[in-house]
């Protein structure tokens, strides 16, 4: 068995890094991003100081979205390497501190999958046939094959595995118990693809539509009850490693076995309003999917942080249900930078100067900060990419814009013994000021540097761990918050362009990073984009400064 690193034990103070690899680096020269791109560019994430990176789906599959229609769990698309080169970069990570976690596609496989494809046929035994969810009848939404129909998860090609129905219908006969064969081969499944690499050292998964296991669950009662069992398997027969869900709604899937939720663009209560309310991304193709809702990010200061806060509360309280120091220790709620499915943080009339403030939100928040790659050097969405591998999924909603290559430049003043190349899988920005990860690390003003700097931050004081007490103290514009026992570190936010400012005691002490605020006794002034985390210990009281609102003071 290879070695893995242990997230679980520093769950509180992981900082993950998303990597689409067919977008990321090129090691072979073939056009697209590969695993050896991955581990040649291993000494960069570590220079940017992530603790987990979390791969999209690398394994064999018909591509018809974009790996998320899986053909053989237990194999690397050739396109990307082979296992080895997945056991070598799990490896090399390990050596940097780094863990690997894989996106394990729960729900369903894709209709080329020798499961899917033994179970379609017309003499499949009942244990192979009911893997998947089969109907005599016609019915709205299956796919019909062979004169019978399957029911799919996502798109068409994606038939759905069978985890049970919570409840059965007389006239629904393919309605099977969450116990019956076909289900409990696909629960021991789970497992032995888990265990699969796990020997192999991935330190965890991202499980992709975590909540689309059981059929008619109202309250999702039956996967939880799935998710709890296999949260206990884990920490029983691998411990160290963690599980991620893609479900929205942390308050719910945490308390059910999962290490960590991300707050997204749907699902939970409010129907993914959090995070949109946060930062929507500005206008995009995909923003029509999800509707205008005012940005906290945005300029224009029209946004709220209510939605967001109230989220964050009730994730707490959900997950310190059994015990009250639960929170950051056993579970925690993600928020992304954005995602694969989502426009970046650099998007419609938001620069990456804006997106500043939004980093030192993510980097200084009670959450796991997820940064998809390339938002740590303001790459933008671009809305006029090319359609590829299923990334439309409506006329108003392409995901191609947020899955452009990683803009490299100079491949060889980036950290690392290799030099791979820029994948071609899309276009990327043509635009002539694109940001670039050379021209990025040497300048020390960039947006790369302050965002490692604040992953330096939160590693190094304890006041940041997710563990550790927040009290929201106004909002939205400034939004100022305390961390700490002490309410000892203090953050001001002001996203939007226009100045603000605010009374608040106790402003004396040490701004560790700022940008844009002045103080006047008990006044902080803040400039458009500006922001600062102060150290308001008492040790610190006699090494009060204030920042400009034309360079950064960073002392992390």
Same mark, same amino acid.
């Given at each position: 068995?290879?070695?893995?690193?242990?997230?679980?034990?520093?769950?509180?103070?992981?900082?993950?890094?998303?990597?689409?690899?067919?977008?990321?680096?090129?090691?072979?020269?073939?056009?697209?991003?590969?695993?050896?791109?991955?581990?040649?560019?291993?000494?960069?994430?570590?220079?940017?100081?992530?603790?987990?990176?979390?791969?999209?789906?690398?394994?064999?599959?018909?591509?018809?979205?974009?790996?998320?229609?899986?053909?053989?769990?237990?194999?690397?698309?050739?396109?990307?390497?082979?296992?080895?080169?997945?056991?070598?970069?799990?490896?090399?990570?390990?050596?940097?501190?780094?863990?690997?976690?894989?996106?394990?596609?729960?729900?369903?496989?894709?209709?080329?999958?020798?499961?899917?494809?033994?179970?379609?046929?017309?003499?499949?035994?009942?244990?192979?046939?009911?893997?998947?969810?089969?109907?005599?009848?016609?019915?709205?939404?299956?796919?019909?094959?062979?004169?019978?129909?399957?029911?799919?998860?996502?798109?068409?090609?994606?038939?759905?595995?069978?985890?049970?129905?919570?409840?059965?219908?007389?006239?629904?006969?393919?309605?099977?118990?969450?116990?019956?064969?076909?289900?409990?081969?696909?629960?021991?499944?789970?497992?032995?693809?888990?265990?699969?690499?796990?020997?192999?050292?991935?330190?965890?998964?991202?499980?992709?539509?975590?909540?689309?296991?059981?059929?008619?669950?109202?309250?999702?009662?039956?996967?939880?009850?799935?998710?709890?069992?296999?949260?206990?398997?884990?920490?029983?027969?691998?411990?160290?490693?963690?599980?991620?869900?893609?479900?929205?709604?942390?308050?719910?899937?945490?308390?059910?076995?999962?290490?960590?939720?991300?707050?997204?663009?749907?699902?939970?209560?409010?129907?993914?309003?959090?995070?949109?309310?946060?930062?929507?991304?500005?206008?995009?193709?995909?923003?029509?999917?999800?509707?205008?809702?005012?940005?906290?990010?945005?300029?224009?200061?029209?946004?709220?942080?209510?939605?967001?806060?109230?989220?964050?509360?009730?994730?707490?309280?959900?997950?310190?249900?059994?015990?009250?120091?639960?929170?950051?220790?056993?579970?925690?709620?993600?928020?992304?930078?954005?995602?694969?499915?989502?426009?970046?943080?650099?998007?419609?009339?938001?620069?990456?100067?804006?997106?500043?403030?939004?980093?030192?939100?993510?980097?200084?928040?009670?959450?796991?900060?997820?940064?998809?790659?390339?938002?740590?050097?303001?790459?933008?969405?671009?809305?006029?990419?090319?359609?590829?591998?299923?990334?439309?999924?409506?006329?108003?909603?392409?995901?191609?814009?947020?899955?452009?290559?990683?803009?490299?430049?100079?491949?060889?003043?980036?950290?690392?013994? &290799?030099?791979?190349? =820029?994948?071609?899988?899309?276009? !990327? *920005?043509?635009?002539? /000021?694109?940001? %670039?990860? #050379?021209? +990025?690390?040497?300048?020390?003003?960039?947006?790369?540097?302050?965002?490692?700097?604040?992953?330096?931050?939160?590693?190094?004081?304890?006041?940041?761990?997710?563990?550790?007490?927040?009290?929201?103290?106004?909002?939205?514009?400034?939004?100022?918050?305390?961390?700490?026992?002490?309410?000892?570190?203090?953050?001001?936010?002001?996203?939007?362009?226009?100045?603000?400012?605010?009374?608040?005691?106790?402003?004396?002490?040490?701004?560790?990073?700022?940008?844009?605020?002045?103080?006047?006794?008990?006044?902080?002034?803040?400039? &458009?984009?500006?922001? =600062?985390?102060?150290?308001?210990? !008492? *040790?610190?009281?006699? /090494?009060?400064? %204030?920042? #400009?609102? +034309?360079?950064?003071?960073?002392?992390?």
């Amino acid at each position: 068995m290879t070695a893995a690193v242990d997230l679980a034990q520093r769950l509180g103070e992981l900082v993950l890094y998303q990597i689409y690899p067919q977008s990321f680096a090129d090691a072979n020269g073939d056009g697209i991003g590969d695993l050896e791109g991955v581990r040649q560019r291993l000494d960069y994430l570590a220079w940017l100081g992530v603790d987990a990176v979390w791969l999209s789906p690398c394994f064999v599959s018909p591509f018809q979205d974009a790996g998320y229609d899986v053909a053989d769990y237990c194999t690397i698309a050739p396109r990307y390497g082979t296992n080895d080169d997945l056991i070598a970069l799990c490896r090399d990570a390990h050596e940097r501190g780094i863990g690997i976690l894989l996106d394990l596609v729960a729900g369903h496989t894709s209709d080329q999958h020798p499961w899917f494809l033994s179970a379609a046929a017309p003499d499949a035994p009942p244990h192979v046939r009911d893997r998947y969810i089969w109907s005599d009848e016609p019915r709205d939404g299956w796919q019909p094959l062979g004169g019978r129909h399957f029911l799919p998860n996502f798109f068409p090609c994606q038939p759905a595995l069978n985890f049970g129905y919570a409840r059965s219908l007389e006239s629904e006969p393919w309605r099977q118990s969450v116990d019956a064969p076909g289900p409990a081969a696909n629960r021991q499944a789970l497992k032995d693809i888990m265990s699969f690499w796990f020997a192999r050292g991935v330190s965890g998964f991202r499980v992709d539509m975590a909540a689309s296991l059981v059929k008619d669950d109202e309250g999702l009662v039956e996967t939880r009850r799935l998710w709890t069992d296999l949260r206990d398997w884990v920490d029983e027969h691998h411990p160290g490693r963690i599980l991620v869900a893609e479900w929205g709604d942390p308050a719910v899937s945490v308390p059910a076995g999962f290490h960590a939720d991300f707050l997204l663009q749907f699902g939970g209560a409010d129907d993914g309003l959090p995070l949109r309310s946060l930062w929507n991304n500005g206008s995009g193709t995909v923003n029509a999917e999800w509707g205008e809702v005012p940005s906290w990010a945005d300029a224009e200061a029209a946004g709220d942080t209510l939605t967001f806060v109230t989220a964050t509360e009730d994730a707490i309280r959900a997950i310190c249900g059994r015990s009250s120091d639960a929170y950051g220790r056993t579970g925690i709620l993600g928020l992304p930078t954005s995602n694969h499915d989502f426009t970046r943080l650099v998007s419609g009339s938001r620069d990456a100067e804006q997106a500043r403030v939004a980093f030192v939100l993510t980097l200084t928040w009670p959450a796991m900060p997820s940064i998809y790659y390339g938002d740590e050097i303001g790459m933008r969405f671009l809305p006029d990419a090319p359609t590829i591998e299923g990334s439309m999924l409506s006329p108003t909603y392409d995901r191609a814009g947020s899955r452009t290559p990683m803009q490299w430049g100079d491949p060889g003043s980036v950290p690392g013994p &290799g030099t791979p190349g =820029a994948s071609t899988y899309l276009p !990327a *920005d043509p635009a002539p /000021d694109a940001p %670039t990860v #050379s021209d +990025s690390i040497a300048s020390e003003s960039s947006l790369l540097h302050q965002v490692r700097r604040l992953v330096a931050l939160r590693h190094e004081d304890p006041r940041l761990h997710a563990s550790s007490p927040l009290r929201v103290v106004t909002g939205p514009y400034p939004f100022v918050y305390a961390r700490g026992h002490d309410e000892s570190l203090l953050v001001l936010l002001n996203p939007g362009r226009s100045a603000t400012r605010i009374e608040l005691p106790d402003l004396r002490g040490r701004v560790v990073t700022g940008r844009g605020v002045e103080i006047d006794g008990e006044t902080a002034h803040i400039a &458009g984009f500006g922001y =600062a985390v102060i150290d308001r210990s !008492a *040790d610190t009281h006699s /090494d009060f400064a %204030t920042t #400009s609102t +034309s360079t950064e003071r960073d002392t992390a």
